[in-house]
């Protein structure tokens, strides 16, 4: 199973971006896809979370202004961030727990991208 995310860059406070990520190999569903992030010298912390029926979960730092979707057919999840803001500066990396029929399912995760927010 393969991650592949874009989107990222930089981008002025206030300012938006949108991120995207798709699982490509071979498996028999994809259950939960989300985004996590990174800043230098900080652990990494979730951002928001999709479950396949749609449920959403979010950082309270990114409520309001981060609004994650998918597409099941295309086992693809984006992350539309608006109103940005200088702390939203991170690597930002996408996840996919893909179910299997012939074992465990098991949790990927993309490469990451960097998404910096400065004037």
Do not use: H
Not at 28 to 54: C, D, H, T
Not at 56 to 61: I, L, P, R, V, W
Not at 113 to 119: A, D, E, G, M, N
């Amino acid at each position: 199973v393969q991650l592949q995310a874009s989107g990222g860059g930089l981008v002025q406070p206030g300012g938006s971006l949108r991120l995207s990520c798709v699982a490509s190999g071979r498996f028999f569903s994809i259950n939960g896809m989300g985004w996590y992030r990174q800043a230098p010298g900080k652990q990494r912390e979730l951002v928001a979370i999709i479950n396949r029926g749609g449920m959403t979960n979010y950082a309270d730092s990114v409520k309001g202004r981060f609004a994650i979707s998918r597409d099941n057919a295309k086992n693809t999840v984006t992350l539309q961030m608006n109103s940005l803001k200088p702390e939203d500066t991170a690597v930002y990396s996408c996840y996919a727990a893909a179910e299997f029929t012939t074992r465990p399912s098991s949790v990927y995760w993309g490469q990451g991208t960097q998404v910096t927010v400065s004037s």
